[in-house]
Structure formats: structure tokens, C-alpha cells
């Protein structure tokens, strides 16, 4: 480095190409002036790519670090305040860029440190901001706070601003102020709600980590903050439009579609956000605005799928699950083997596909085919299906049964759909000595159409549901119920705001693999098979989670395969450009699963999950990844009772382990 010049008659312009330095001037000063520049693509990059001529891999990858170095370097702009004693700091970052991020965070700590070191404070011309607040000591707050009551003893300027102990869910956020004052065209779109939802949004990024549909690789960039500033711009778009153009228009409403569909409604983002926005529940929000408002896009492949949920009709539940669901499972399946045929599927992740519109939507769609289903549902295969409405099913072994019972509310997936579920669930219930109660007919819980915007129909069958188990509770009254069960996350969850304390006070509701982990059920050792699991984003086991239940039930390690399967519901059939990048992000996960499987012994791997979505979703990749998927409590049963259970547990209900009631 050169240090400065001593002496002026030396002639600085012929050693330096014309440079002039000032007396004692170090070369940094003079390149921070502007009196020298260096171009790093002419005096650096340049040279070392002529050097390189012929080996391509090797520029292009001096490139790709450069730009990366480059789009992630931490600038950090200080202006309008020159010598007052104020600091306030500007860093631009990439939000998909976590390093950045953090980096930028850590620079902000530096800079109020140094503040304060050089004798300044933390402040500004605006006052103190979120991100400064951190920094403020104790000391500080309780003198502003002093001042502050002095000042201002009512408390009317900027309420709660400054004080020890502030709640950030009462910061106010600018850009959303506007729509206060839109209270009329606000009330009359509805959007009142949805605005004061999003509101408190600080706007600061913790969601995006956690977030499904937040995958910068796969150029996905759905985190719940991005949403919320678009929610909010699409807002004030629309009361734009409303005021200057004729009237209320929805035309600004396509742009919600996006948003709403951009998300597996997996709760995931509440816990890491500091003001407790949960955009879960703002998409159901949002889904039945549009719903309610006549722009909800039809989609036929989900509007069978909701239809083939909520139908009680046996007839027409046998009818839609052989015509519509196992033939359409079966053309998917052929429709995969052609396009891998023609080589119009192509070993090239979904994250690194150029491919947009339609043709990535049908590529995606038929790109992982969809398993095999057991020939016919739950109650049929129990002969227990019905057309009274009244007639109350109880599975018991005359035997060992006494008055202990449970109520089992097997919900579409573990009963309609992958009936190998509903028939572990009530084997194992059986074989504890309990009275199985089931529902009388086929039943959904409601939570499916509340996800997809329905909220109508999604409270009409809650209601009539609580009626249903009103009803029941009276007519076996005899009976003493210790627990609901469950063998479904969104059943669960939905099941929760069914007040059931009210209908079984002494009864809890409980997932059925923690249930069995109550009553001491488990098997000795599981030999030749080693298991990875996936936790779903609604999961039922919300005591334990997925590895204890494991490691109690199966007498086995686990190890956990991270990130959303991809099929959320009806996601896959409705937006498979989504789900396709999900799932893709999910089969890397599982194929460092295997190797870590691998890692701790040999045998055959599975992949274990507790719900009936889940099981699709991590089964559609069992060709790629080799790993066979199933449920927890299908394989205690396996393990437990043999490979012919399902055979014997169905022999024993039809030999005189089933009692009607009728209520």
C-alpha cells in the first residue's frame, strides 16, 4: 500500500500515470475520491480470463463466484446526517439471500456499537425505528419513558412507542394506513378482515425459512412477507381502480388467486413471527373472499376430489371412489408411463426445469404417478356400511370388552381413500379390549372445504357433525369414553374447534399412535428394515412427534426427512407447477435421508408418516427414491399381528365383533 508522499517536487504524474496526490494522501483516500478507479473486469478479470483461454468450466465458474460475490455484497448507505450525533443506516439485500441477510443484521450491530462508541446515540430524523429499538438499553428506555410521561401524560402521541416491554404487534405500518380511509369500497369488497390481518406485518423475513412455497433455488419466492406486501399492494390497487374508474371492480382479485394458491396452509409461519400473523389461516380467509365474491377459478380435477370427500351416500361414495378415484389413479399411472415412454419426462429436477405455463403444470402433473389404492373402503371391507343414518357401529371383542370405549372419527383419507389406515387404527383399538365406536355413516370433519374457500359448507358440516356426536354420546351413555381418536392431522385440527370437551368432557382428543403409546403398546425389535419419517405440516401427534412415537412404538432410531411432500390437499391435482417443486425439494430430502439410513445399518428403508395426504405425496416417490412409504400404525400392525392382519381382523369383526345401536 502506498502510504502517502513526503515529498511535493517528486513527480507523482509520471509514476502513477498522471495521479495526483495530495500531500501525505494514501492510495485508499485517493481511490475513495474518485481520483483513481479500478475496474475489476478490465485490471482483474480480464487478465485471469486470458490466462484461462480453453478452459470453460473454469471461467464460468470464476463468473458465477463473482456474480454471486457480487448480488450479495452488504452495502451500507448513511445519509443526511453529517456531524448531528444521528445514525441511519440503509442495507439493500436480496431477501432470497439468508448469508446476506444475516450479514447485513450483523453489519447493523456493528454500526449502532461503533455509534455509540464514537460518542453519538441511536437515533434519527424519524426516531426509533424497529430495528434500532434492539439496541437500546434499559437505562435509555426508562429515561425516554420518564420524558415521555412528563411530555405527554395522556399518552396521545405514537401510543406505547419506546417503553420497556413493547408489544411490536401495535407498530404501525405506513403503507397499509390508507385503507382506513376506504372504509366504504373496504366493507363492501370485504376486505376489511383480510386487511387488518396482514397489517401488523413488520415486514422482517423470519417467515421465509419455514415457509413451503418459499424455495429461492427453484425461483419460488412465496414467503408469507412477500405475500403480505402483495396482498397489500393488490389492495390498493383495487381501491384505485375503484375510485377512478366506474365503480368497484374485481379485475385486481386475479392477482389473490396467486397469492392464495401459493400456500399449503401449514401454520408453520405463526411460530417464528413476532407480531403472530398466521398466513395459513389469511389464505382460508383469502380463498373464501373470492369464493364469496364469484372469482374463485374452477378447477374439474378438484372439484370431484371435494365432491368425493363430503358425499355420505354409500352408492355414491362406492361409485365416485371405483369410477372417478381408482380409474383416474390408474390413468395417471399410464398417462407417467407414457410420457417416461417419450421421453417427455426427463431426469432434470423440477428446480432446475426452464419451463413455465402450461407445459410445466402438465409435466409436473404427470411426472410422479400416483400409487396403487386398496380395492374398496374401511366400512366395506368391515361390512359395516350403511344407509340408516341412525345406526350406530361398535367394534368389540365379546370377549375381552367391557364398558371402556373410545370414539374413532376415521375422516375421508384413513377410511375413503387408504383404508389400510382405518382398518390398523380400529385393529389395534380392538385388540386393546375396547368398544370401537364409529361414526354411522360415511362423515368428513369439514376442514377440506374450509381449505379450499368453501367456509359455508365448511360450517354447515361442523355443525351438523357436533349434532351427529351429541346424538351418540346420549344413546351410549352406558359407555365410558376415554379418549377421541384420531388418525389424521386436518381431522384434528378441524376436530379441535368441535368443543368436544362439551360431548366427551373426560375424553380427550388424541392421535391414535400416541393413544397406543398410552396404553404400553409396542413391538420388541424390528429386524431388516431401518426407518426415516416425514412430519406433516398438519400433523396429529402434537404430544410427541414422529421420532419418539417411532423409537416407542417400533423399538427403533429414526431419522427425519424434512420439508413438504408436496400434495397438501388438493394442491397437486389443482397447481402441480407447485406441488412439482415442492415435491422435488422433498425427494432431496429423502435421498439424504437413505444415506444416512444407510450410515446406520443394512435393511430395507420405509418412509413413516401420520397423515393420509402425506402418504400419497411420499409414496408418488418410491420409484425414484426406492423407499417404500407407509403409515406408523399400519406397520405396528404388520409387525404385531403378521402380513395377513388385515385377513384376520376382518374374519374376527364379521365372525361377532360388531354391535349396532341404534340412537
Given amino acids: 500500500m502506498l502510504k502517502g508522499l513526503d515529498d511535493p517536487a517528486r513527480d507523482v504524474a509520471e509514476l502513477l500515470g498522471g495521479i495526483k496526490f495530495a500531500r501525505g494522501e494514501s492510495l485508499f483516500r485517493v481511490i475513495q475520491r474518485g ?19 480453453g478452459n470453460m468450466s473454469l471461467v464460468k465458474n470464476i463468473k458465477n463466484i463473482h456474480q454471486r460475490l457480487l448480488s450479495g455484497r452488504v452495502v451500507v448507505a448513511t445519509h443526511m446526517h453529517a456531524g ?29 456499537a461503533k455509534a455509540e462508541a464514537l460518542g453519538g446515540v441511536i437515533s434519527g430524523e424519524h426516531g426509533i425505528g424497529i430495528t434500532k429499538l434492539e439496541f437500546l438499553s434499559d437505562d435509555v428506555l426508562q429515561e425516554s419513558a420518564a420524558y415521555l410521561k412528563k411530555a405527554d401524560p395522556e399518552d396521545l402521541f405514537n401510543r406505547g412507542k419506546l417503553q420497556p416491554g413493547l408489544d411490536l ?39 421465509k425459512p419455514v415457509c413451503n412455497t418459499h424455495f429461492p433455488r427453484a425461483n419460488m419466492l412465496y414467503s408469507p412477507r412477500n405475500k403480505i406486501q402483495a396482498s397489500g399492494a393488490i389492495i390498493e390497487a383495487f381501491l384505485y381502480e375503484s375510485q377512478t374508474g366506474a365503480g368497484i371492480s374485481f379485475e385486481q382479485f386475479e392477482g389473490l388467486h396467486d397469492v392464495a394458491d401459493h400456500c399449503t396452509i401449514c401454520h408453520k409461519c405463526e411460530s417464528p413471527c413476532p407480531v403472530d400473523i398466521d398466513f395459513g389461516t389469511v389464505t382460508e380467509k383469502m380463498r373464501a373472499l373470492l369464493k364469496d365474491k364469484g372469482q374463485a377459478r374452477f378447477n374439474l380435477g378438484s372439484k370431484l376430489s371435494m365432491v368425493f370427500l363430503v358425499i355420505k351416500n354409500p352408492d355414491a361414495v362406492r361409485i365416485m371412489r371405483e369410477v ?84 374413532y372419527f376415521p375422516g375421508c ?63 351410549l351413555s352406558y359407555l365410558d369414553f376415554e379418549a377421541v381418536i384420531v388418525s389424521c392431522g386436518t381431522c384434528y385440527d378441524q376436530l379441535a374447534r368441535y368443543q368436544l370437551e362439551e360431548v366427551f368432557p373426560d375424553a380427550p382428543l388424541i392421535d391414535i399412535h400416541e393413544y397406543l403409546m398410552t396404553q404400553g403398546v409396542k413391538v420388541e425389535a424390528a ?23 417411532i423409537k416407542s412404538l417400533l423399538s427403533k432410531e429414526s431419522v427425519e426427512s424434512a420439508q413438504c411432500c408436496g ?49 400419497q405425496g411420499v409414496s408418488r416417490l418410491e420409484g425414484e427414491t426406492g423407499v417404500e412409504a407407509d403409515y406408523i400404525v399400519v406397520e405396528l400392525a404388520r409387525l404385531l399381528k403378521g402380513e395377513e392382519w388385515q385377513r384376520d381382523f376382518i374374519k374376527q369383526v364379521k365372525n361377532g365383533g360388531v354391535e349396532r345401536v341404534l340412537m
Fill in 324 to 407: 372417478v378415484i381408482r380409474w383416474g389413479y390408474a390413468g395417471h399411472r399410464l398417462l407417467h408411463g407414457i410420457a417416461k415412454m417419450l421421453h417427455i419426462i426427463k431426469p432434470v429436477p423440477a428446480v432446475k426445469r426452464n419451463v413455465e405455463g402450461l407445459q410445466a403444470q402438465l409435466i409436473s402433473f404427470v411426472e410422479r404417478p400416483l400409487p396403487s389404492l386398496p380395492l374398496t373402503t374401511t366400512r366395506q371391507y368391515l361390512g359395516i356400511e350403511s344407509r340408516d343414518k341412525n345406526m350406530i357401529p361398535i367394534l368389540r371383542d365379546a370377549d375381552k370388552a367391557g364398558s371402556r370405549a373410545v370414539f
Fill in 35 to 53: 481520483g483513481l478507479r479500478i475496474s475489476y473486469r478490465k485490471e482483474v478479470e480480464e487478465p485471469i480470463l486470458d490466462r484461462l483461454r
Fill in 169 to 207: 404487534s401495535l407498530t404501525y405500518t405506513p403503507s397499509f394506513n390508507l385503507l382506513e380511509h376506504e372504509a366504504v369500497i373496504m366493507e363492501a369488497a370485504d376486505l376489511t378482515e383480510l386487511s387488518e390481518e396482514i397489517s401488523p406485518c413488520l415486514r422482517c423475513g423470519k417467515c
Fill in 413 to 475: 383419507g384413513s377410511e375413503r381413500l387408504f383404508s389400510q389406515v382405518g382398518l390398523a387404527t380400529q385393529a389395534m383399538l380392538f385388540d386393546l379390549g375396547l368398544n370401537v365406536v364409529l361414526p354411522p355413516s360415511y362423515i368428513c370433519c369439514g376442514y377440506p372445504s374450509t381449505a379450499s374457500g368453501d367456509h359455508e359448507k365448511g360450517d354447515k358440516i361442523t355443525y351438523e357433525n357436533r349434532v351427529l356426536l351429541h346424538r351418540l354420546k346420549n344413546a
Fill in 527 to 549: 429386524e431388516g428394515v431401518q426407518y426415516m419419517f416425514h412430519e406433516p405440516c398438519h400433523t396429529p401427534l402434537k404430544r410427541h412427534g414422529s421420532e419418539k412415537v
Fill in 84 to 112: 448531528d450525533g444521528n445514525v441511519h443506516t440503509n442495507i439493500p439485500v436480496n431477501s432470497n439471500d439468508y448469508n446476506m441477510m444475516r450479514k447485513a443484521h450483523h453489519v447493523v450491530e456493528k454500526v449502532m
Fill in 567 to 615: 400434495e397438501a390437499g388438493t394442491l397437486a391435482i389443482s397447481r402441480p407447477a407447485i406441488s412439482g417443486k415442492i415435491r422435488a425439494r422433498k425427494e432431496e430430502e429423502m435421498e439424504k435421508a437413505s444415506i444416512k439410513l444407510a450410515e446406520l445399518g443394512e435393511g430395507k428403508q420405509k418412509i413413516l408418516n401420520s397423515c393420509p395426504s402425506c402418504l
